[in-house]
């Protein structure tokens, strides 16, 4: 980029879509510490390639195509580990996480008024759980509930989210 001014397009492009971006992420790599990392690199490269981004087209077609080929990176990186996939099948991969990532924001709205609909106890148990990452079983000695039943619990909590969320975009899928 040539100047401050000419960067804010991109500051604000990159700003609005990076929950997509680490969803494009998580959904191709699948776990948090690397997921980070891998994020990391994709936010450097699209600053080292922001010149080559136009502001009059879509952001994230553009991103998604450097978080691609950063991800493949990342699995060549990580061919000494035990399960690496085909690049053949980290591209359809992430074709088809590009396609419901460009859903990302539409469905994270759907999901907070889904989340409005259940009782301050269900919000906290899957706050606990999933935002501060607290184990089943850290969760049953505090709740003093069985890890089976939070289990179970967790389990309809994200069943009547996906019901509700898939109701509020029958319309606009």
């Known amino acids: 980029m040539a100047n401050s001014a000419d960067e804010i397009p991109f500051i604000e492009a990159l700003t609005r879509h990076q929950p997509a971006l680490e969803a494009f ?51 060549r990186d990580q061919a000494r580990d035990r399960l690496v996939f085909d690049e053949d099948v980290v591209l359809a991969m992430a074709e088809e996480t590009e396609q419901a990532a460009g859903q990302f924001e539409v469905r994270r709205e ?7 609909k259940l009782d301050e106890d269900q919000r906290r148990l899957l706050h606990e759980h999933y935002i501060a990452g607290q184990t089943l079983r850290e969760l049953a000695g505090v709740m003093r509930r069985s890890e089976s039943a939070l289990k179970m619990t967790l389990l309809r909590l994200r069943g009547q989210l996906r019901t509700c969320i898939d ?6 899928i």
């Open 110 to 116: 759907a999901l907070g008024s889904c989340l409005e």
């Open 25 to 75: 992420c998580y959904a191709n790599i699948g776990r948090r510490g690397e997921v980070r990392e891998v994020l990391q690199a994709v936010v450097v490269r699209l600053w080292e390639k922001s010149a080559d981004w136009d502001p009059k087209t879509n952001f994230l077609p553009w991103a998604f195509a450097v978080a691609r080929f950063t991800v493949l990176a990342h699995f």
């Open 167 to 172: 109701r509020q975009l029958a319309p606009t």
